[in-house]
């Protein structure tokens, strides 16, 4: 059985209709249960099963292979540079990683910053040649800046629109992100002529996600 763990949220409601497109075998009641396990049918492939996971679990679920293929954001992959193949940019949840803050907030002044990202918000500030102290954070990033816990935030950025609600705004665009189709490495040796069709099949009906890292 082939095993696919993809990330609850956006990136599972921008992915669901592009696999649908793919011919992918898709359980019937993906958007009304409140079920975590999903099972499938395919003629061609047989059994397979969508485990539903938060995104900062799914890399390690592949990697363990508990599941065969995932599906996250590039941000995920790159703040925990877990031991996977990315195969395929879905193009699908784009977003991008930034730093945020005051209108008046000048990066000479930052000291303080808030995230979930606290490697790569260290890479980020070590190229810009700057000390901070980074404070990790679980939701609601903004926060941090508006009660003044933190001077900036280093988040996640689709529309802006709950930054400027909160008298932030982007001071720069560090990592463009979009979902991308991993898999555990022994399963892809293993089962490569089973996955071929699936891969090939998103492949063609893949947004084009040129200039998206």
Known sequence: MLTIALAKGRTAEDTLPLLEQSGWPLAENFFTSRALVFPAHSPILGELQYL????????TYVQYGVADLGIVGKDILLEQQSDVYELINLGTARCTLCLAGKPETKMNQIRRVA???????????????????????????ELAAVIGLADAIFDLVQTGATLAANGLQVLHECHKISARLIANRSSFRLKQDKLEPLLVALQKATTDGEGWI
């Not at 539903?52 to 890399?59: G, H, I, Q, R, T």
Request: hydrophobic share 40%.
């Open 52 to 59: 539903l996971a938060k995104p900062m679990d799914v890399p």
């Open 115 to 141: 995230t979930k990202y606290p490697r790569l918000a260290e890479a980020y500030f070590r190229s810009e040649g700057l000390s901070v102290e980074l404070v990790e954070l679980g939701g609601s990033i």
